[in-house]
């Protein structure tokens, strides 16, 4: 395989200084407008951000960068977003889409969509990191295609992008007449920011911009066609209840959302926290999923509660929502997510696997 030629930085940024700023005169990298800058295997990328007012002033100068990146040596892909900021906290992205950043505000429902040939769309989510939310959303992808549906991953986790490791694919997506391919794995179409920024790299991306790239995401993706329609996509959200959630809600029409977390009452709490966010947002929650719910002994199979019991059962039946699955701490499981082959394909009849087809089974049913 050939390997890119590698893209200076400072290569990049001086390039970028041959752009002027219309308001300052300055180069746009010296002007502070060169935001979020990726640099990977031929690919080139930032955000652009400016004053909103400012948003139509700046298209003529979003389209030179983007032109003159292009035509860098070693650069195969370039593009750059428009990403304006009002004072008000409303943030517009490239010409007219809005979104509102008020935590009180709710979406309307004429603004939210699927995206096309998209039937179906399912949010997981937990209020804490670190419970296996992603663990869960790779394996319910997995478990679904297995049942012979069209499945989509997208991966909306910008800051710890997990679905490149766990699906076991790291190729840049191309674009065809313009819209992102999804990436195949394992029978389904994943997409993840985690395909175009280096391994390891840090996304050191403000709220809005952040929400910006999760937009193209859903957006400009080719997930089905008239022919071939996705079922299902399922949208891995990053922890928390923060803006990315907010434009997933305002902007993508999610059918519901599964919450996940593990029996301890600290992890409980944060997932109540998500649970409330979505009921203002008139998102419905499906279910509940308690991993690392206990340990199988070695000697028995008895469970060993390690992280207490039944406390997902309850906040299931307090949200009038069932457990959709129980996942049993587990090293196959474990092993599977780091090499790229999640459990549901590489041992489908074990307990961890089987678990997740029953919780696929009852989202389809």
């Known amino acids: 395989m050939t390997t890119a030629p590698t893209i200076d930085r400072n290569a990049v940024l001086a390039a970028l200084d041959t752009v002027a700023d219309p308001r300052s ?48 040596p070693g650069v195969s892909r370039a593009q750059v977003v428009l990403t304006a900021e009002a004072p008000s906290g409303t943030t517009r992205v490239r010409k ?35 419970v296996g939310k992603s663990t869960v959303a790779v394996n319910l992808a997995c478990a679904l295609a297995g049942m012979g549906l069209s499945v989509g991953l997208l991966d909306a986790d910008v800051y710890g992008p997990s679905a490149p490791t766990m699906m076991g ?27 175009m920024v280096a391994s390891g790299s840090p996304m050191i991306w403000r709220g809005p911009m952040a929400s910006s790239a999760v937009r193209q995401m859903v957006q400009d993706v080719r997930w089905g066609t008239d022919a071939a329609p996705l079922d299902i996509l399922i949208v891995d ?27 301890q009452e600290i992890a409980l709490i944060d997932a109540r926290r998500a649970a409330a966010m979505f009921a203002k947002t008139a998102t419905p929650v499906l279910g509940v999923i ?75 049913d």
């Open 25 to 72: 005169g300055k180069g746009i990298a010296a002007a502070g407008l060169v935001q979020g800058l990726v640099l990977r295997d031929g690919t080139v990328g930032f955000m652009l951000e400016v004053p909103a007012a400012d948003a139509p002033r700046y298209a003529p100068v979003r389209e030179a960068a983007e032109k003159l990146l292009a035509g860098l």
């Open 290 to 364: 308690e991993n690392m719910a206990f340990f199988p002994d070695p000697t028995t199979g008895a469970p060993i509660h390690i992280f207490g019991e039944g406390g997902a059962t309850a906040e299931a039946a307090r949200l009038g929502v069932p457990v959709l699955a129980e996942i049993p701490i587990d090293i196959a499981l474990r092993k599977a997510g780091d090499d790229g082959r999640p459990v549901t394909v590489s041992e489908n009849d074990s307990a961890a696997a089987r678990a997740f087809q029953a919780a696929a089974r009852q989202l389809i």
């Open 96 to 130: 007219s889409a809005t979104l509102s950043m008020d935590p009180k505000a709710e979406p309307k429902a004429s603004e939210a969509a699927r995206p096309e040939h998209v039937r179906r769309v399912i949010a997981v989510a937990s209020g804490k990191g670190g």
């Open 169 to 195: 694919v790291d190729q840049e997506p191309s674009y065809v007449n313009g819209k992102l391919e999804p990436l195949m794995a394992h029978g389904v179409k994943v997409m993840s920011i985690g395909f």
């Open 237 to 263: 959200l990053p922890p928390g209840t923060g803006d990315i959630h907010l434009t997933l809600v305002q902007k993508l029409a999610v059918d519901g959302v599964v919450l996940v977390s593990t029996p």
